[in-house]
């Protein structure tokens, strides 16, 4: 099965849309091959403002209604204490809302944009995903991360390198609580190095340090503007470190 066979059984979608390459490559597919495509963005304290506006931006190049429905992450205890299957106690919660979202436009099914690559081992979400009946299209086509860049490239996709961006919460271990101070700095100091340049980056705390993470071709330019990066990130860390073993390798 491919993607416009998918589409051709089923011709009514909700799709939730996160602001990256794979949920935008369906929306994409679907808005061209749907009779009606809607999207739904779940804004939450997880999730940085860029990604909020590049869906934005995205839908409304493609003229796909979406609906941004905000949820407050800090009600929901079972989250904030952050176990080891925080993801899937998050990804029940915002499926649920879009599920209940969703029965406001015709639909025959929800969707999301987990692809081939997705290890079901590795992302406890997915098991909420089952639950919810929520259906993966990219996923059920074999398409990997890789073929979903070049078909986007070849679509003239502008997100189509747009580096993944697991939410903000991944940054903080499991078993430590998560609480908006951390995540309100994990994005002042990614926004920041993001702002000078760096593409693929983490900051991941521990503790009360910086544990900074980037891609292999960066680190001369980190080491170059060290003083600058320190200066800033020291505001709201106890100490900042560079992770020796780059994102790519």
């Known amino acids: 099965m491919n993607l416009i066979d998918f589409f051709t059984h089923h011709p009514n979608v909700v799709v939730a849309f996160s602001g990256g390459i794979d949920s935008a490559f369906l929306l994409y597919m679907a ?12 804004k939450t304290a997880f999730q940085p403002a860029f990604e909020l506006r590049d869906a934005c931006d995205f839908c409304k190049l493609y003229e796909i209604p979406l609906n941004v429905v905000e949820l407050d992450i800090y009600n929901h205890t079972e989250i904030l204490a952050n176990p080891v299957d925080r993801c899937y106690h998050c990804k029940r919660v915002i499926f649920e809302r879009i599920c209940k979202e969703a029965s406001a436009y015709p639909h025959d099914v929800i969707l999301d ?3 081939a690559d997705d290890d079901e081992n590795d992302r406890p979400g997915m098991r909420a995903l089952k639950e919810l009946n929520i259906l993966s299209p990219l996923r059920l086509c074999g398409m990997t991360k890789t073929m979903i860049r070049e078909a986007a490239k070849d679509a003239g996709i502008s997100l189509w390198n747009k580096p993944s961006y697991a939410c903000l919460a991944t940054r903080i271990p499991h078993g430590e609580c998560i609480t908006k101070e951390k995540l309100e700095r994990t994005e002042i100091a990614e926004n920041y190095l993001m702002d000078m340049g760096f593409k693929d980056i983490r900051v991941r705390c521990i503790g009360n340090t910086a544990k900074i993470q980037i891609s292999a071709s960066d680190f001369l330019s980190f080491v170059e503007n060290r003083r600058r990066i320190f200066d800033v990130l020291q505001k709201y860390y106890s100490s900042v470190t560079l992770d020796l073993k780059a994102r790519d390798e």
Do not use: D, W
């Not at 808005?31 to 779940?42: D, E, L, R, S, V």
């Open 31 to 42: 808005k061209k091959y749907t009779h009606n495509t809607h999207a739904i963005y779940i």
């Open 113 to 115: 944009g987990t692809n």
